[in-house]
């Protein structure tokens, strides 16, 4: 069964730093989202992407953050200089279409120290 | 404002037990979705059911069931004859027709514990 897949699974890095979150969407679904996980609270929205463009940001989407399709399967989110405050899971999801269920990849966890 | 609400935090049940998770949540759209997802111990989140504005349809799977009623916006699940493998946090989230793109506004989940 298809499934999205992120990479790497942990990252740490040192505040300030740049860092490269990975993801392959399903193959044939056309919306892709990146969402982040505090520890211990809840999912929240950071960015969708459709048809090679930011359709809608959250506020946390601030910028600091940017999204890249660089081919036809990889989905990125750079956070430019990274602080304590973006130690997070990172996932990314996927859909078909409008509406449609969203899949989410395994995640990547961050760590700021 | 779209918002998600479930009130419970933590739930602990004995194996076996039946429990039902609570959903309610706000929205200013006339088409929405509305969608259950698990968080196992492992930290994925599993997708378990989709459900849109129009059908108010009661759904069963297995021992999970779904029921969505409009009048008092609430979308609650029920696990029939718990299991120690349903522990997990599970969100209740809505995205709107609206927002286009339909990004998922989530609940902040509720935590079950099965105990065997």
């Known amino acids: 069964e298809p499934e999205v897949t992120q990479t790497p699974s942990h990252q740490v890095t040192q505040m300030g730093q740049e860092v490269i979150l990975r993801c392959v969407p399903i193959?044939?679904?056309?919306?892709f989202y990146w969402y982040r996980q505090i520890l211990g609270q809840k999912v929240e929205f950071l960015v969708s992407f459709y048809n090679n463009e930011i359709s809608e940001k959250s506020e946390i989407f601030d910028d600091q953050f940017s999204v890249e399709r660089p081919d036809g399967s990889n989905f990125t989110l750079k956070i430019r200089s990274t602080k304590l405050e973006d130690s997070a899971m990172y996932f990314c999801a996927s859909s078909e279409g409008w509406g449609a269920e969203q899949f989410f990849g395994p995640g990547t966890r961050l760590t700021v120290l | 404002a779209q918002k998600v609400t479930q009130a419970q935090t933590e739930i602990s049940v004995v194996e076996k037990e039946d429990v039902t998770l609570d959903c309610v949540y706000e929205t200013r759209d006339t088409t929405y979705y509305l969608f259950w997802y698990k968080q196992p111990p492992s930290g994925e989140l599993v997708f378990l059911i989709r459900?849109?504005?129009?059908?108010?349809q009661n759904e069963i799977s297995g021992r999970y069931s779904w029921n969505f009623q409009k009048s008092t916006s609430s979308f609650n699940f029920t696990i029939t004859a718990s299991q120690v493998v349903d522990s997990a946090v599970y969100f209740c989230a809505l995205s709107e027709a609206l927002s286009g793109n339909t990004p998922l506004v989530f609940g902040k989940g509720t935590r079950l514990s099965v105990i065997a």
């Open positions: 459900r849109n504005s129009f059908d108010e």
């Open positions: 193959s044939n679904h056309l919306y």
